[in-house]
């Protein structure tokens, strides 16, 4: 019976891997695809490879995902781990069909805490706090901040080019930075599935917590959200790419660039899961805010803020609810 969850369990995660993929693609190459660097399946292909390279730069993230909540070992744990992805899951479903750019990471965390709750499980508050509520927090605003100033400051060393050829320019430079934000993309996504795959083989007393991740989780990971990148998010493009503001080649870059910067960094120096969608969101928002702050329609802003606050609840609550269902079927 063990041994069935335990491959249920895995299997639903590289499920919840391949949906933050084609949820998240347009985090990578929306920018690109507006301000028509890149052709929509070019950019798609490249995110999908870049994603896939990605997710073997690095494990700590995964590791943090793994310290989130402490379900102890055995059948009941496998069943809180799987619900906290079922819960992840339906959130993202829910916000990938209003075309909503939230955060799968935050869905995850907050899917793993409810189910923990539910079932009475430990969950590191320190870990939540430190590594997941902060950085979700100060990631959005300082990649606004960054945005806004990279741009001007591009906006000052360009003011005596031509137009034309500057975007020409900009446009090829987004291939770059297209890729270096699809890297990132895989650097944080796919390790925060690694982090829960590692927790159900801890769970199953398969591995113990001081082991490094196997090389098959990995590879998997890496695998599942590739797929799910190449098979693109094109409601959420259309949200990120044109209805916050139109981009052009040069705004795009600055956002991209801002947003890569901010993965790797967290990634390495904090060992925070931070959001892909809310980085790139609020840097695209920051160098929109140069043309005028007018120039940024608020209101569709507002509805992803929105969507940005309510993720970590309500995955929880539908992990919370998956669990409760759950229990009558499995006492």
Known sequence: MEIAIIVAVVVVALVFDYTNGFHDAANAIATSVSTRALTPRVALAMAAV?????????????????????PGTGTH???????????AITWNMITWYFGMPSSSSHALIGGLVGAALAAGAGVSWDVVVEKVAIPMVVSPIFAFGAGFLVMLAIMWIFRK????????????AQTASAAAMALGHGLQDAQKTMGVIFLALLAGDYVSADDPLPLWVIAAAAGAISLGTYSGGWRIMR????????????????????????LYTTAYAFEAPISTTHTIT????????????SAVRWGVARSIVT?????FPMAALAAALCYWVARIFLP
């Open 50 to 70: 870049m994603n896939f390279v990605g997710a073997f730069l690095g494990q700590k993230v995964a590791q943090t995902v793994s310290e989130t909540i402490s």
């Open 282 to 293: 609020s840097a695209v928002m920051g160098v929109g805010a140069t043309k005028r702050l």
């Open 161 to 172: 080019a031509n137009p034309s050829k500057a975007n020409r320019g900009f446009r090829l």
């Open 239 to 262: 949200t990120l790419g044109r209805r916050i503001i139109h981009l052009d080649p040069a705004r795009g870059f600055a956002a991209e660039s801002v947003a890569a910067s901010v």
């Open 77 to 87: 744990a496998l069943v809180i781990v799987m619900c906290g992805l079922l819960g």
């Open 307 to 311: 969507a940005w606050v309510l993720t």
